[in-house]
């Protein structure tokens, strides 16, 4: 143990401390109990959602590892928002904002009652994150546990996901498919616990966090119904009491060297863009000043990285075949010998090579190939600037190799105008979709446009339309899309002063996003900011900064 005395001493010990003793022996505390160090463990369990709907028990036995290595665990629950379910939906700018909220509660929890670390256990977009946004105020030894991939659906011998039914939803529009079709896509996608299955924003954010050193290498990857998740949770457990005791707090792995390693990992993989959002939020919450780590390194890592993973959405496989070919272990030790990561430190007491040297991987799989060999020669973002976007924008590369696009613009605020529009045929080959309004500020929130994405898709227009937003995409979303425009329309961002007809230029290599419009002559807009007056919702669009920034709600 460190000779620094446990936070929870103060709330233990000594006689003036007898009544916050009694109320914890009422919840099943004796004296032994707390005599030892009081373990956190948070969970996001939900029964509205697969990719939580099992983490109360991974935190049981998460219990179990924090006891039998001498510590008393203490659990709290805190909230998720599903983006799979919310998409599309007002209830969808929750979604962002929950991240936000979770990292709150946690802090909340843990400091409220001086505890001496913590394991998260999370299971999709924004309870990740959140997690290492709490480790990184806590400062405190930290262990978080991804719950896992949902295993796919499979319609005959075809291996599906959640991707494969927003897809059909734009397929069903342009009348390629029945409702019988449709249905029988929806039934088959999700066959149980899991996050979704492809490098989507979960699976992105959970290699991120092996990388940034606050998972054990390895333990995220085990799919969610897999049988060696409960002792991935037990493992779990008992690394934060060895954690604690060797003194390894959480931002002592938050470093701008660890978040560079996520970046590149995210990268190799085509990840989702939220990747840069979260990250950036991370290295906020942490104290790492954007000079050492900001929105314009995405671009500088993913010119010098390649892709090698072959993975949904681009690409054919998902998470399961990834930890199955030698998962985080073998794509770390391809990016080692290329020499695209540093060495760090991890929560397990072993740096980042130690636990990659030795990876295994299984004879003859395809999901994940070497850097002199890569599935493309580019990673999958762009970072641009320009008369749209003076503060920078979001380019996600997946599933194609444009680099450039010029199109009319095709102009509308809010996500469900622009979707019915796709959905009636109103899109044409060469259009820019342009959607704003849905920035964190003007949704409120940052909605994801994958209804829309996903309906230019199944529509046959992926390889022949753009799409720019204030707002952001979910990981399931490929094709040549521009999201986390900024300024956003509701601070006076110029993506509000487009109109219908405008000739929008997109070139990555020149990182150059612009059109050939006086902007500078049209009527300022004034865009509402919210309709909500109180609550979570105005609180939100009150304190929420830039999405190049990472939208964090620290005070400016």
């Known amino acids: 143990m ?3 005395p446990l936070p929870s001493r103060e709330m233990v010990e000594g006689p003036a401390r007898a009544p916050a003793r009694a109320m914890l022996h009422a919840a099943g505390f004796d004296a032994s109990d707390l005599a030892k160090p009081l373990v956190a463990i948070v969970h996001s369990f939900s029964t509205v959602t697969p990719c939580n709907m099992h983490l109360r028990d991974l935190a049981q036995h998460a219990a179990r590892g924090v006891e039998e290595a001498g510590g008393t665990p203490i659990e ?46 999370v299971g999709c977009d924004k309870t990740i994150p959140a997690a290492a946004m709490a480790a990184a105020r806590l400062d405190l030894p930290s262990v978080i546990l ?16 959640i991707q494969d039914v927003f897809e059909a939803v734009g397929a069903h529009s342009a009348g390629a498919i029945g409702d019988e079709d449709l249905q029988t896509v929806e039934q088959a996608a999700c066959p149980g616990a899991g996050a979704c299955g492809g490098q989507f924003t979960a699976n992105t ?17 085990i799919p969610a119904v897999h049988p060696d998740k409960k002792q991935a949770a037990f493992e779990a457990g008992r690394l934060a009491l060895d954690a604690l005791r060797a003194g390894r707090n959480a931002r002592s792995f938050i470093t701008a060297q660890s978040l560079r390693n996520a970046a590149v990992a995210g990268t190799a993989t085509a990840g989702s863009t939220n990747l840069i959002l979260h990250l950036l939020a991370i290295a906020r919450e942490a104290g790492i000043p954007e000079s050492e ?18 993975l949904k959405p681009g690409g054919r496989f998902m998470a399961p075949d990834m930890s199955a070919a030698g998962g985080t272990p073998l794509l770390g030790r391809r990016l080692m010998e290329a020499g695209l990561i540093d060495d760090a430190p991890t929560v397990t007491g072993k740096s980042l090579f130690d636990h990659f040297r030795d990876a295994g991987e299984t004879p003859g799989q395809q999901v994940i190939v ?35 696009f010029e199109g009319p613009a095709k102009v509308y605020d809010g996500e469900e105008a622009a979707f019915d529009a796709v959905t009636h045929g109103a899109i044409e080959d060469g259009d820019v ?44 979303t490929y094709g040549f899309m521009v999201g986390h425009i900024s300024p956003e329309a509701a601070r006076g961002g110029p993506i509000g002063l487009l109109e219908a007809g405008d000739t ?44 190049s920034h990472g939208a964090v709600t620290l005070p400016r």
Request: aromatic share 6%.
């Open 433 to 476: 979709v342009v959607i704003r309004g849905e920035g964190p500020v003007g949704g409120p929130g940052m909605r994801e446009m994958l209804g829309v994405t996903a309906a230019i898709q199944g529509r046959g227009l992926g390889d022949s339309v753009a799409l720019i937003t204030d707002g952001r995409f979910s990981g399931a």
């Open 76 to 121: 709290f629950n805190t909230i998720v928002v599903t983006d799979g379910i919310a998409m599309g939906t007002r209830g969808m700018r929750a979604s962002l904002m929950s991240r936000d909220l979770i990292a709150d509660s946690a802090e909340l929890a843990v400091r409220g009652h001086s505890l001496d670390a913590v394991v998260f256990i």
């Open 205 to 221: 954010m959970a290699l991120a966090m092996s990388f940034l050193g606050l998972s054990p290498v390895g333990l995220n990857d």
């Open 504 to 547: 929008i230029v997109i070139d990555v290599e020149k990182r150059v996003i612009e059109t050939s419009a006086d902007l500078a002559s049209r009527p300022a807009r004034q865009w509402p900011v919210s309709a909500e007056s109180t609550g979570a919702f105005a609180k939100y669009a009150a304190l929420v900064g830039s999405a």
């Open 146 to 161: 991804y719950g896992g991939s949902i295993m796919p659906g499979h319609i005959g011998a075809k291996a599906i996901t």
């Open 2 to 4: 460190t000779s620094k």
């Open 293 to 310: 780590f900001g929105i314009d390194f995405f671009d500088e890592v993913s010119r010098s990285t390649p892709v090698i993973a072959d």
């Open 370 to 404: 070497t850097a002199d060999a890569p599935i493309k020669e580019r990673g999958g973002f762009g970072i641009c600037y320009g008369n749209i976007a003076p503060e920078g924008c979001v380019v996600k590369l997946a599933g194609h190799g444009k680099l450039r």
